[in-house]
């Protein structure tokens, strides 16, 4: 062969190769500035497509607030601060916890002392007004150094929460931008009522910002509910030892008719809650444990090894009605996780992908207020991702094909592990546009995060832009 055929063909081959990459490249650019509910393309789900203002006229999500008159039945303030390479809230992490009671008015002052990226606040697991859901460039632009932002919502479920930044939050979250929110039932209980917050600091698992075993004040005959958030990026195992325990709620709903259990842990979500409630022992002798060495402990027990099975939440409790019917469902959507080669905003690499594509080309779930939705979660990236949806709780109806007996599994957050397939469904009854992304919070960063859309709603917010919105 010739040299200059040979290098005519190389060239060729350069070009063929390189051309495609190129366009490819160019095409996964993120603009500097965009409408979150402008990228990517619909998925109507089978449903109407009427009414779709996704960029002009109908609901601004700037309108979508909670109260704004009215005293507050709770009213907090919250001034976030950098310092010695955390975050904190009011001098502190995790932020103060916040308590209300069901059906109360809560109000958050947020102040940005010194953060240079802005920040905001997301209640994870309040079924907020989407105006106060804490999403920067999607519902609100984030609060820069020196502003502040005010919250207002009512409480409607009682439950265990949480509160995070949702601005650049993989990072913020991680160094401390983040704290408890218990909404009680306005029944008065003579039990202990424990948060158990657990968060890694700098690899070091705490529990309410405390290293290993901190004492659990409990005593003999009390009933202690044990709130365990898990604000870190992976699941956490949790359990009882020293008496027989329930799992009587996940993600802020009751478990119907939970049973004892003793030898077993249960799993809990990044950025799902459990709470497990006991009786104390004649001994006055329990722990409620979070990992080895990580504890509450009364009456000095001493740690015990970790219980060899798990809680099957898909069995666990006793059936209840739903409320819907999930066989009359109106949008039927796949958020099929996989991972594959692309560029992911110009960046080359293996990127998580929704439904063989990436963000941010990934679909728009389109709803209608409702509307019954059902949606198949299946993963094949080779990782577990902690599912969570904004503003709704959705039931689990099956995984691997396998249909749900116990107790409805309500949740906001739920691990799809790899393999796995998971049904689910839920009721669009909370307009607005909502994140349904990865609570492993890198992996939203990078790539692994989607939206639920109503048709008629529009956001006034960018992404990107002069105030640097960055959700993720
Ligand atoms: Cu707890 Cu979108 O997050
Ligand atoms: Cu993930």
Not at 85 to 90: Q, R, S
Not at 377 to 385: D, F, K, L
């Amino acid at each position: 062969m010739r040299k200059s055929f040979k290098i005519a063909i190389a060239a060729g081959a350069t070009v063929a190769i390189l051309g495609p990459l190129g366009y490819f490249w160019q095409q996964s650019l993120v603009p500097s500035t965009y409408d979150m509910a402008s990228m990517g393309y619909p998925d109507y789900g089978g449903g109407q497509q009427a009414g779709h203002a996704h960029a002009t006229g109908g609901l601004d999500v700037a309108a979508l607030k909670g109260p704004s008159t009215g005293d507050p039945d709770v009213a907090v303030t919250l001034t976030a601060r950098a310092e010695k390479g955390k975050y904190t809230l009011n001098g502190a992490t995790p932020g103060p916890e916040i308590r209300a009671v069901k059906g109360q008015l809560v109000q958050v002052t947020l102040v940005n002392d010194n953060i240079q990226d802005g920040i905001t606040l997301h209640w994870h697991g309040v079924d907020v007004p989407n105006a106060e859901d804490g999403v920067a460039g999607v519902t609100q632009d984030a609060v820069r150094p020196g502003q502040s932002y005010v919250y207002r919502f009512v409480v409607q479920d009682a439950g265990t929460y949480w509160y995070h930044s949702h601005q650049v939050s993989h990072e913020q979250v991680r160094l401390g931008l983040f704290g408890a929110l218990v909404v009680a039932e306005p029944v008065f209980s003579e039990g202990i009522d424990q948060v158990v917050q657990v968060h890694t600091y700098d690899g070091r698992r705490t529990i309410n910002g405390a290293v290993g075993e901190s004492a659990l004040a409990a005593h003999a005959g009390q009933v202690v509910r044990a709130r365990v958030i898990n604000t870190d990026a992976g699941p956490l195992r949790a359990w009882v030892s020293g008496a027989p325990y329930r799992v009587s709620a996940i993600d802020g709903r009751p478990v119907s008719s939970p049973t004892d259990i003793s030898d077993k842990y249960v799993t809990v979500t990044a950025g799902g809650r459990v709470d497990l409630t006991f009786t104390m022992p004649a001994s006055g002798a329990a722990r409620v444990d979070v990992g080895t060495g990580v504890a509450l402990v009364a009456g000095g027990l001493a740690a015990g090894p970790e219980p060899p099975g798990v809680v099957d939440l898909l069995s666990y409790g006793t059936p209840a009605p739903l409320g819907f019917d999930p066989a009359k469902a109106t949008r039927n959507f796949d958020y099929r996780i996989g991972r594959r080669a692309g560029f992911l905003d110009g960046k080359p690499g293996l990127w998580w992908s929704i439904n063989g594509h990436l963000f941010p080309d990934v679909p728009m779930f389109m709803v209608s207020t409702g509307d019954i939705v059902r949606m198949t979660i299946a993963n094949s990236s080779g990782e577990v991702h902690p599912m969570h949806l904004h503003g709704h709780h959705a039931v689990v109806l099956s995984r691997n094909g396998v249909a749900a007996t116990g107790s409805p599994w309500w949740f906001d957050s739920l691990d799809v592990g790899d393999g796995e397939t998971y049904e689910i469904a839920f009721v669009a009854d909370n307009p607005g546009i909502w994140v349904d992304h990865c609570h492993n919070l890198k992996h939203a960063a990078d790539g692994l995060l989607a939206h639920v859309a109503y048709t008629n709603v529009s956001t006034p917010f960018r992404i990107g832009g002069s105030v640097g919105n960055q959700p993720e």
